[in-house]
């Protein structure tokens, strides 16, 4: 079992930054992939970004350039930066872990674990 904390979510006026955050504990994979996901009412959940054991990382064409994603392994935190927001940003943010090789939004592996989600709100 793997466990999935996000924080870090708020509200933000359009333009403006947020760093969401992503812990996990519990059972450990030696090759893994971890996934930020975002969903709103109505809509399909998207793939926002993803990073593997190796640090390589894969992004959705809407956020290319104004999010990164990355990992601090001393803490077991996967980190979303969230830059550049605008309205069509605003959704609840979700982090997901998979154990594996292949890393990737295209397309999207069918991950394990998913945290309870981080609520992000832009004002424009």
């Known amino acids: 079992q793997v466990q999935l904390v996000e924080s870090g979510g708020g509200s933000v006026q359009a333009g403006g930054s947020l760093r969401l955050a992503c812990a996990f504990s519990?059972?450990?994979?030696?090759?893994?992939?971890m996934g930020w996901f975002r969903q709103t009412p109505g809509k399909e959940r998207e793939g926002v970004a993803a990073?593997?054991?190796?640090?390589?990382?894969s992004y959705a064409d809407s956020v290319k350039s104004r999010f990164t994603i990355s990992q601090d392994n001393a803490k077991n935190t996967v980190y979303l930066q969230l830059n550049s927001l605008k309205a069509e940003d605003t959704a609840m943010y979700y982090c997901?872990?998979?154990?594996?090789?292949?890393?990737?939004?295209?397309?999207?592996?069918?991950?394990?674990?998913w945290g309870q989600g981080t609520q992000v709100t832009v004002s424009s």
């Open positions: 997901a872990a998979t154990g594996g090789t292949y890393c990737s939004l295209y397309p999207i592996p069918d991950f394990d674990y």
């Open positions: 990073i593997d054991s190796d640090g390589s990382t």
């Open positions: 519990g059972d450990t994979y030696s090759r893994y992939c």
